[in-house]
């Protein structure tokens, strides 16, 4: 039978053999983010060096994921594009670049890409805030976005289960 | 393991419709030999496919799928018997092709109930009771569930139905051709099938009308199929699908017990696996269908994962579905999101082996543990 893949081949070869899974000891920052009710939670953990120059760059990176093919997949794209890289570099890194790399994805799975790009940036944050680093003013407007957009996934589900539950009848034990 | 999706033809049923392509291949109206030919295979066809169901030949009509039964039923009956009330009542399990109908009706002005079932899927009867009203006109719940496999019970509901004066429909696609299914005894005025689930071609259902139901058609033309559905009779695929019901006669009991084995130990096998559980009834559930919820991990990926190793399977996730929403089934039987993410349908079909169920067994619980290595929840949500 001859393949045809639902989605871009690099994201299904690396679901398959996802890069850099699993969690982190000592992490020097993580980021999660996500919504178990929508299924799909990213945790991303980063470990930073800094170089003679003072230069922080990412070390090391791990992720885990409760979520769907392309979540898995894009999530390892991601951390093998930023091993390595400076801080400043990786956190100029934006879905588009992921998808150049990955070809498009469908309209309905694009999310996922933010939330690989958007774990990222929440990694670096909570490094910066674990080490009284100054926030970049980007990085945390970008923070304040993320966290608004997580109350506001987690509103609209609250609606869409007590819809149901109207519907539906009174949840059973 | 995706025999609830489709089945292949079986290659006795190709070998009965081939002639009607290419030698056989008047119009059903025509009133020369050829359509007459194709008339006589029209009308053996139909009481072939309604005598698996114990009806009576002129209460059967083809359709062009199962999907279209549910929405002349739901449509037809709405339109036609508007003057005795505009309230209808559907299960919360009923396919999307029966829900959306009934979302679709509750636009133009009628009324729906829809009624909650227990964590086995099993509509209430006293709910049932309880929500009749003097303008109830359809109460409409299917006999096996297409998700869970959970059989409901239709005889009940047929004659509280018939007792109260209201016409009751079921939509029999995955339980005709694998358990009895009798009009008779369930007592129901409308029953949809499905040719494609039962070794059929695709694109081919039947729907059984009750003497004297009134009911509306949703096309209008030629008259074809007592004047309730007006399209040139698919004649290929009509022969094809009274063939395929012609086999599940002689096959369908032996079938059945074979189905059973492999469900249920499916089933035992299966719910070794740490945080695994069953979604359905333990035993009132179709024999072919067993249906489970893995805590920590995400069906699409499940589906997925097993995939590579070459087993067709499905799930009611969230992220598999168009909508990004979970099933309404699993949500209906009570489950959380989270835990309707997760879940698996394995359906086997006459053409599963043990070697296949082996296969399975040696594969899931390899690809569950490996999907609860890249979960950041690892027996526990948080």
Redo the contacts between chains.
Sequence with gaps: MKEVFLYPETV?RH??K?KN???MKNPSGIG?VGN????????LYIKVKKDEKGEESIADVKF??????V??GISSVLTTMVKGKPLEEALKLRKEDILGKTGPLPP?KVHCSVLAVDALHEAIYDYYLRNKTQIPEQLQKEHERIQKTLEKVEER?KK??EL?EK??????? | MDYAATTPVDPRVLEAMKPYFLKKYGNSMSLHAWGREAKEALENSRETVASLMNADQEEVIFLGSGTEGSNMVLKGTAFANRKKGKHIIVS?IEHHCVLESARWLERQGFEIT?L?V??YGLVDLN?LENAIKKDTILVSVMHANNEIGTIEPVEEIGKLCREKGIYFYSDAAQSYGKIPVDVEKMNVDLLMVDAHKIYGPKGTGALFIRKGTKIEPLLHGGGHEFGLRSSTVNVASIVGFAKAVEIQKKEMNSDANKQTKFRDRLIKEILKIEDSHLNGHPTKRLPNNAHFWFA???G??LI?QLD?HGIAASTG????S?S???S?VL????LK??EA?GSLRLTTGKYTTKKDVDYVLEILPKAVKRLR?????KGG?E
């Design positions: 299904v679901f398959r996802p899974m699993g969690r999660k178990l009710l929508c299924g799909d939670v990213l945790w885990e994921c409760f979520g769907c093919v979540a898995i309905i589900f869409y289960v149901q519907v539906f009848g009174a949840k059973k034990s | 919360s829809y909650p227990d964590k709910a920590y991990i995400e699409e990926s997925t590579m996730s969230a992220c598999s168009e990004l929403e979970p309404h949500l209906a039987i009570g999101p989270q993410h290595e890249i979960s950041p929840f949500w």
